[in-house]
Every structure is written in C-alpha cells, then in structure tokens.
C-alpha cells in the first residue's frame, strides 16, 4: 500500500523526483489522504521502508513506478501502513543475513512482488524472500497470520 501511494502522488506530477514537502503537499492537499503532520510521517515512513531515496536533495522512488497499479477508488488505509513492522524485522534480517543494505533488500522485495503481479503483500513477499535465503520464518508466519485475521 506504501507503494501506491508513493507511486501515485508522483505519478500525479508526472515526476521522477520531488521534493519532501511537495510530497507531503500532494499527499495532504491535493489528495486529501492525510493530515499535514500525518503526510510528513507517511513520506517519513516510506523512506524508512526503502521505497524512497534521496539524490541531490529531493526524493526518488527506489521501485519503477510504472509496475505499480492504483485502483481508481483507491483510498490509503493509515492503520496498514504503520503495520510494517514485521516487513521491518524481515528486511533487516535479510539485510544481516546476506550482508547487503536495507534499501536492496527492499528493492529486491519490490522486484519479487512484480513478479507475483502485486498479489501478495509487501509482508508476504518478505516472508518468501527471507525463507529463500535460509532464515527461519515460522514465528512471523504466526504473527502476520493474527494481523491478518
């Protein structure tokens, strides 16, 4: 979902790169997702997350924007996208594991998601993922499936 969002509002502008406040503009004023503080932690968030990257002091997307799909009536919900912290714990475990930064993790997270076309989450895609490179996954398997259900 941190995806979309991030996709549309550039998308929005039909821009590579954006400022942090003009994200947080887009997002709060344009869109009207989100109150002005709540925009800041959102741009905030999907920095900490990977999908955000900053070069030459305005952000760029770290995943190709034009793979990631937004329904018409798509409508961000707040209470998903601070739910990442199992994603987090993952990424930073493969991080560790392959010896590599977090932002290619999450990008190599993105990449894999393509290829499941978006039907699986950001946390389940992890979860693949951190399997693939030989960690064990069980205790978040249970803890994503109580999120979930």
Do not use: C
């Not at 942090?20 to 997702?33: G, R």
């Amino acid at each position: 979902m941190l995806s979309q969002i991030i996709a549309a509002a550039f998308k929005s502008k039909g821009k590579r790169k954006m400022t942090k406040s003009d994200l947080t503009y887009i997002l709060s004023f344009d869109f009207k997702w989100f109150s002005h503080s709540m925009s800041k932690k959102v741009v905030e968030e999907a920095i900490k997350n990977g999908l955000l990257t900053f070069d030459e002091g305005k952000l760029e997307p770290t995943f190709d924007l034009k793979k990631v799909e937004i329904p018409i009536d798509f409508k961000p919900d707040i209470k998903r996208i601070f739910k990442f912290r199992i994603f987090d714990e993952l990424v930073e475990l493969i991080s560790e594991k392959l010896g590599v930064s977090k932002p290619e993790v999450v990008a190599e997270i993105n990449r894999m998601q393509e290829k499941f076309s978006g039907l699986l989450s950001a946390e389940v895609v992890a979860l693949i993922y951190a399997k693939k490179v030989g960690l064990d996954v069980s205790p978040y398997i249970k803890r994503l499936w109580s999120e979930i259900f």
